[in-house]
């Protein structure tokens, strides 16, 4: 540990704060609620100052209830929430206030700036939550002993002034250039969006087409070909199903019955909305197969999977044109598993139910580690290569044409029970060109940008994690005495401390009460 300059100290909160604790008055009693006294609750500690707060309780709140009055200036902390479990929210209410009963306040005497305190916390954040927090299943929380005797480098006075300017400062220019880097997040997302928009339109690849205009065949050519491809598979598929159910038969028709073939939806010319330049619009229905619906055995969290380990997929594997084999639960040992679905390259997941913007999200599998099924919130089919590549109908289904019509199809308004329908899924119309040779120039031209893309949104990720760990940098600096030079002419914190101890000693001590004046 960096040894501290000679005018600082090493204090514990109880050595120089007092604790103030929250409470709720009665919701049965109207005149207690929509008063002038701010009543902060977690939901309000998304600021580093506190000025107001959702809901407000009356000063008869105050006497008749466990709810106490907090001195502007005290520091706040969440010390009850699931958030427990990985930040720990710290703000400086700049106004008197009460508190819920999952918070606590730090009042602080004359020669302790709350800014300080409140950094010295953050800067601390980390260590607070691992020697002061309690886990719980949902909710975590602080216990106020450990807090209390939790030590915090202490420096003089005016050296805390000087300490909390600096680091505002710093951050806020570090603010600036996080914000640009956000906006260009957010800028190559309307990038990628526009990109899929322009190649479904036709617009990516209306120079190609020009060029070679001489090579386009005829649509109703183009279909009459796909759908003879169609039936030499589905010929090729039934004679091999009939063997298998010879050899089935002849084997005393042990095991599993082979499963008949399923001949895809026929393309039907009139029906199929063909556009200029041999584009089409086709039912998705009409270029997948078979809607498969996956399994919801209650899975073990926590234990390590082995690679031979069956596991079951979870939505969060699926993204956007994006699939990850490492989003997977481990399957308990007392199921069986349940190899027909297992998912395999080339399947296409889609996210059936969950809040509404996980809803309805598609991905290909290009390829994945072996003995992951498929769940029950997800669906899957396969792409029928005679009509289109399946790359190019996963951008399809990826663009913002395409996602706007599925957006249509999901039903509720809130972030649960959320589902898709299989009818519904089949009816999502999807526009490509029929043309194998412009399929792959836009699968080309799309993987070319959107790498390209993908590179600069790493390189904003990269940024943005340095401008974190430069924080931490510039908060470590700032409690071992780094960050501001010292000045000889300052009190030191240790002769602070002393005399914030004789003024407690002087000070009578008084019985708890209903209500803490501040």
């Known amino acids: 540990m960096t040894e501290l300059p000679a005018t600082w100290a090493n204090a514990k909160f109880s050595d120089f704060g007092t604790w103030i604790g929250g409470g709720t008055p009665s919701k049965a009693n109207p005149r207690f609620w929509n008063g002038p006294i701010p009543w902060v609750s977690p939901k309000d500690m998304k600021t580093k100052v506190i000025r107001k707060a959702i ?72 260590s607070i939550l691992d020697k002061c927090r309690k886990g719980g299943t949902t909710v975590h929380s602080i216990e106020m002993p450990r807090l209390a005797s ?18 505002e400062a710093m951050f806020d220019e570090i603010d600036k250039g996080v914000e640009s880097l956000h906006t260009a997040r957010t800028t190559l997302g309307l990038y990628r969006q526009s990109l899929l928009k322009s190649a479904f339109e036709g617009r990516l690849t209306a120079d190609w087409r020009a060029k070679n205009a ?57 029906t199929v909305s063909v556009k200029d330049e041999g584009w089409a619009e086709l039912p998705l229905g009409a270029l997948i197969g078979k809607v498969q619906q996956g399994w919801s055995p209650k899975c073990d969290d926590g234990r390590p999977i082995a690679p031979d380990d069956w596991t079951i997929v979870t939505t969060t594997a699926v993204q956007h044109h994006r699939y990850s084999d490492k989003e997977i639960k481990l399957l308990p040992a007392r199921f069986e ?27 290909l599998v290009p390829a994945t580690r072996h003995r992951i099924m498929l769940c029950d919130t997800v669906y899957r089919f396969r792409c029928d290569e005679t009509a289109i590549l399946p790359r190019l109908l996963e951008f399809a289904l990826n663009s913002p044409l395409t996602l706007r019509e599925i957006d249509e199809l ?75 030079p010292q000045d000889a002419k300052d009190e030191p914190a240790s002769a602070l401390l002393e005399r914030i101890k004789a003024d407690r000693a002087m000070t009578p001590r008084t019985k708890k009460r209903k209500t803490a004046h501040a």
């Open 150 to 167: 939790f030590e915090l480098p202490i420096a003089p006075t005016n050296e805390q002034r000087r300490i909390v300017e600096k680091i």
């Open 337 to 363: 598993p349940r190899p027909e679905i297992e998912i395999k390259a080339g399947d296409f997941l889609m996210t059936r139910k969950g809040p509404r913007a996980r809803t309805g999200v598609v991905c």
């Open 214 to 270: 001489d090579k386009l065949k005829d649509p109703k050519t183009l279909l009459a070909r796909i759908q003879r491809e169609r039936d030499t598979r589905y010929k090729t598929a039934l004679d091999a199903w009939q063997d298998a159910l010879a050899t089935w038969h002849a084997g005393g028709e042990k095991g599993k019955k082979p499963a008949k073939p399923k001949r895809l939806a026929e393309i039907d010319p009139p």
């Open 410 to 484: 999901k039903s509720g308004i809130s972030d649960s029970g959320i589902s898709l329908n299989h009818g519904k899924i089949k009816s999502v119309l999807v526009k490509f060109p029929l043309n194998k040779a412009e399929q792959a120039e836009i699968v080309r031209i799309l993987d070319e940008k959107l790498e390209a893309a993908d590179a600069l949104e790493a390189e904003i990720d990269a940024a943005l994690a340095r401008a974190d760990a430069l924080r931490q940098s510039i908060l470590k600096k700032a409690f071992s005495g780094q960050l501001v």
């Open 55 to 126: 809901d407000g309780i009356t000063e008869e709140a105050v006497e008749n209830s466990a709810a106490k009055l907090v001195p502007a200036g005290s520091v706040l902390i969440v010390t009850r929430s699931g958030i427990l479990a990985h930040t720990l929210p710290i703000a400086v209410t700049a106004v008197e206030s009460t508190l819920n009963q999952d918070l606590k306040a730090l009042a602080l005497p004359d020669g302790i700036g709350s800014e300080y305190i409140a950094w010295g916390m953050r800067a601390f954040e980390q």
